[in-house]
């Protein structure tokens, strides 16, 4: 079983920037997938960014330019980096790690931003 822990989330104003954190109790297999997804109330949970484990990044259309998702491998750890924001990137940021056939799934992080 492999635990994540994010942290990093607040208030912040629009135009505003936010690094999210998350670090798996875990050393992960050779080969995985890091990436941080969100969600608002009643809707879906929806992909932000995701990271290989060599470093192939995918960004959502809605955040590309503005979110960055390094990741440190020695550290079990994935960021994501988050500048410009804007009041729609208000949610609750998950992180997760997709493992061979497993996925696991962090508490969440809520981002609030102001107008």
């Known amino acids: 079983q492999v635990q994540l822990v994010e942290s990093g989330g607040g208030l912040v104003q629009a135009g505003g920037s936010l690094r999210l954190s998350c670090v798996s109790s875990k050393t992960p297999s050779r080969y995985n997938i890091m990436g941080w997804y969100r969600q608002t109330p009643g809707n879906e949970r929806v992909m932000v960014a995701t990271?290989?484990?060599?470093?192939?990044?995918n960004y959502a259309d809605s955040v590309k330019g503005r979110f960055t998702i390094p990741r440190d491998n020695a550290k079990n750890t994935v960021y994501l980096q988050m500048n410009s924001l804007k009041p729609e990137d208000t949610a609750v940021y998950y992180c997760?790690?997709?493992?061979?056939?497993?996925?696991?799934w962090g508490q969440g992080t809520q981002v609030t931003v102001s107008s």
């Open positions: 997760n790690v997709v493992i061979i056939a497993s996925t696991f």
């Open positions: 990271i290989s484990t060599y470093g192939n990044a």
